[in-house]
């Protein structure tokens, strides 16, 4: 078994090395790194809970699984105390007044925090440019993007700056990152974790997700923050996965995939062949193999981005300088807000606000945004029927390898269009994971709302398969 988390953990109790130790050495290469993965480090909180597991080791007490683990959190989310800055000017200097659910439940397990991670400002965008501490660069190759939003998460990990990091996924931010840089990164069934202090970007598609280098480790944590909380009232009660169950995958009998997305023009020659690779190695287990047919492209991105933009231009309306961040005077309250607003915010995040307050506006809502709604109303229609058919659907995570730095910045409806294969999935709430394999970036495992076990199982399969 791959699992750094277990590793870790043995190296711990056996006292081969410890926690101080290894935090230092994190954090030590954490300020060193040329990636440009952080906002902000939580060296002193980290040290001080390092010390505490070191502690309790030294007196023979035992330590949980995830106790002295350390681990990243995108800079979007609330733990008391930190800088929680969205990577915008607005947020640079604001500090969280609460801790999110999913984190509090990491740090309850004793897992280490040691890094507030760079990302695309407020989850916008595809590449981790759109912020404020620098582009994220690749892990891979630094002269490539570091994928986005959650690009610092993802590079951390592949890095191993961070044994897993935390990220968000609205419509792609932890799975295509997770893809350009090489690692796994699970986007759960919406629902399954609470998304209390986590900065709202479009409510509705909103999920938390790991990132992390194994399968099993992927297993760990998101057991830890799944479950049920009153303060999120779209949360569920999910049963624990266990290491055993996601070891065999007999019940999975039919794969599909969407013929549309391989048959399309704007697909990268190679991740064309190795997807089509795949397929025939996943047939040669005696799996049947499904061609679907699903939406275009261009209607599921135009459908995400006409949703997306009102739920942002709705849930940012709340930043105007008055109870958060970066006030700006002007000559009146008025002038006070669009001076505020317009200073701090990103052009990105401004053609979104203005995108969304458009789509949302008396005279249009009808025309985009309702239109929009029965669109989705209709894809999740479409997912259910095809779960009666196949147990699995796969695809391939991105249609094109990472752009270089820079390039996205230059044409932002590109970059939207660089998100045609994960975003259906966020409008279907349904599981789903990236895995490193089958294509340069991945290939993207999904199951039907709640079979998070059955993305996990399969994930497992494939990682012998092809
Ligand atoms: N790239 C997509 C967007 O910009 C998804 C971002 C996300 O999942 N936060 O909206």
């Known amino acids: 078994m791959d699992s750094q988390i277990h590793k870790i953990h043995q190296q711990l109790v056996n006292k081969d090395i410890t926690c101080t130790a290894l935090v230092q050495e994190k954090l030590d290469a954490l300020k060193q790194n040329t990636n440009n ?12 809970l390092a010390a505490k597991v070191d502690a309790k080791i030294a007196n023979g ?21 930190t800088y929680t800055t969205a990577s915008s000017d607005l947020l640079k200097n604001y500090k969280s007044a609460y801790t999110a659910t999913a984190i509090q439940k990491l740090l309850d397990a004793g897992a280490i925090p040691l890094v507030k991670e760079n990302c695309d400002s407020f989850g916008h965008g595809s590449s981790s440019e759109n912020t404020i501490f620098g582009a994220v660069k690749n892990a891979i ?14 590079v951390n990990v592949a890095k191993d700056y961070t044994i ?23 986007k759960p069934t919406y629902g399954r974790i609470s998304r209390f202090g986590l900065m709202a970007y479009a409510s509705s598609t909103d999920c ?13 944590v998101l057991n830890v923050m799944s479950g049920k909380d009153f303060k999120d009232q779209t949360t569920y009660a999910s049963a624990e996965i266990t290491q055993d169950s996601i070891l065999t995958s007999d019940n999975i009998k039919t794969v599909g995939y969407f013929k549309n997305f391989i048959e399309s023009d704007a697909i990268d020659a190679n991740i064309k062949a190795d997807f089509l690779a795949a397929i025939e190695k996943i047939k040669a287990q005696g799996i049947t193999v499904k061609a679907l047919d699903f939406f275009e492209s ?9 949703l997306a933009m009102a739920e942002t231009a709705s849930n940012l309306s709340r930043l105007d300088g008055t109870n958060y961040g970066n006030r700006i005077e002007g000559d ?18 401004k053609r979104r606000i203005v995108g969304g307050n458009q789509v949302l506006s008396q005279g249009f809502s009808d025309e985009i945004y309702l239109k929009g709604l029965a669109i989705r109303d209709s894809i999740a229609d479409n997912f259910e029927t095809d779960f009666n058919e196949v147990d699995i659907i796969i695809s391939p995570v991105t249609p094109n390898t990472p752009p270089k730095i820079g390039d996205s910045l230059k044409d932002p409806l590109a970059m939207y269009l660089s998100d045609a294969y994960t975003v259906g999935f966020s409008l279907g709430q349904l599981p789903t994971l990236t895995v490193p394999q089958g294509t340069a970036t991945g290939l993207q495992i999904t199951a039907a709302k709640n079979n998070d076990e059955l993305v996990l199982k399969f994930a497992n399969f494939l990682k012998d398969t092809i």
């Open 37 to 48: 993965t952080v906002n902000s480090l939580l060296d002193n909180l980290a040290l001080d």
């Open 61 to 81: 007490e035992t330590i949980g699984l995830l106790e002295g683990i350390p681990f990243g959190i995108k800079d979007v989310y609330m733990v008391q105390g």
């Open 141 to 154: 190759n630094p002269d490539l993007v570091g994928g986005g939003s959650s690009g610092g998460s993802a």
């Open 164 to 186: 897993f990091s935390i990220g968000g996924d609205t419509g792609g931010s932890v799975r295509q990152p997770a893809g350009y840089n090489n690692v796994y990164g699970l």
């Open 208 to 220: 938390v997700g790991p990132i992390a280098k194994s399968i099993e480790d992927i297993r760990i």
């Open 298 to 306: 261009e209607t599921l991105v135009s459908t995400y981005y006409t």
């Open 332 to 349: 009146n309250l008025k002038d006070t807000y669009a001076v505020t607003r317009s200073e701090n915010f990103s052009e990105e995040t």
